[in-house]
């Protein structure tokens, strides 16, 4: 009789003790309603040309990351490959959410639970557009150069082992970047002077985009203000969404190493994927200084990428590139 009385009394402090993180359902009305109003207001907002929906969420009892399509407003249709993130707080029964381009945006994430940003990038993955396997032939994708002039070094600060699918970062030992394989520039900017990390506005970076081939895009990004060379400009309509064509060679300079956009210091990041896209953003951070904040800026970007070879490295061993590593471009090697 003892033991069935501590049995259930142990029972009865369970069902009354409070729910843990884990155990808490991930939505709540609250939260249900603060992200609709956040949303609502952003697809209000006078002159902007994109609208947020929401794609899925991961949530515990004290934060959340609401992961958003963006869309065209006229058409309605999403821009592939891109999602943005809106972080939201909870204090007592109040959310706050906070979107990108506010003031606070990285502080926000930087209150989110360990435990929730562990999740984030599993997340991401799972709402963005996938590269379909096998639409490049294997063997194209393994003659890339490293995207510095011959001769020339770079260090490795995230490969794609670190960075995620497709995506490399290097520290510049000069500032050159250079055309990791022959090709056509369909894309360039180089006006924006930001460096938005705090706001986690990555818009604001400056990117040189280049055609390979069917479904082959490489993306160099955080650029050098005004350093894509005069050549390119001369035939390249600079941030703006018209496409562009401009031949160019492996090895060819086409700007220098910046730190624009969401970015912590001077680097290179390189990105490969099988298609790329132009989408309209607020200068809601006043980039050009000019007072106003309705503006339309341009973002180039890439989407469904996929790993590639570097300098004769099978793209497995690019993959595995550890901090710091140290290489030299040799161009044809």
């Keep these: 009789m003892k033991r069935f009385l501590s049995l259930c009394f142990s029972l009865l402090c369970l069902a009354l003790a409070p729910l843990s993180a884990a155990q808490t359902p991930p939505d709540s009305p ?88 562990a999740q984030f990038d599993a997340a991401d993955r799972q709402y963005r557009t996938q590269a379909v396997p096998g639409r490049v032939p294997p063997a194209q994708l393994l003659n890339y150069e490293l995207p510095f002039p011959d001769t020339t070094y770079g260090t490795i600060t995230r490969s794609y082992g670190q960075h995620g699918t497709g995506k490399v970062d290097f520290d510049l030992t000069g500032t050159e970047i250079s055309a990791a394989k022959d090709g056509e520039i369909v894309f360039a900017s180089d006006g924006q002077r930001l460096q938005t990390y705090q706001s986690g506005a990555w818009w604001y970076w400056n990117t040189v985009i280049i055609r390979h081939g069917n479904y082959e895009y490489s993306l ?42 969401n970015s912590t210091n001077p680097h290179l990041h390189v990105e ?32 469904g990428e996929h790993n590639v070879g570097l300098n004769g490295v099978l793209p497995e061993a690019v993959a595995a590139w550890g901090y710091l590593t140290v290489l030299q471009s040799v161009l044809g090697g």
């Design 30 to 117: 609250e939260l249900d309603a603060a992200v609709t109003a956040a949303i609502t207001h952003f697809n209000r907002q006078i002159g902007t040309l994109i609208q947020y929906r929401e794609a899925g969420r991961i949530s515990d009892r004290e934060g959340a990351v609401i992961f958003v399509e963006v869309l065209n407003r006229a058409t309605g249709d999403a821009y592939p490959g891109v999602i943005d993130w809106l972080y939201g707080l909870r204090s007592g029964d109040t959310w706050t959410i906070t979107l990108q381009g506010d003031a606070g945006y990285r502080a926000a994430y930087r209150q989110l639970a360990d435990a929730l940003t």
């Design 220 to 261: 160099y990004g955080h650029i050098l203000p005004d350093s894509i060379p005069a050549w390119i400009r001369a035939a390249c309509p600079i941030g703006q969404p018209t496409p562009c064509s401009v031949p160019v060679r492996a090895g060819e300079v086409i700007a220098l190493e910046g730190n624009t956009g």
């Design 272 to 303: 490969f994927g099988q298609g790329y896209g132009v989408v309209p953003y607020l200068d809601v951070l006043d980039d050009d200084g000019d007072g106003r904040r309705d503006e339309v800026i341009y973002a180039g970007y890439v989407y």
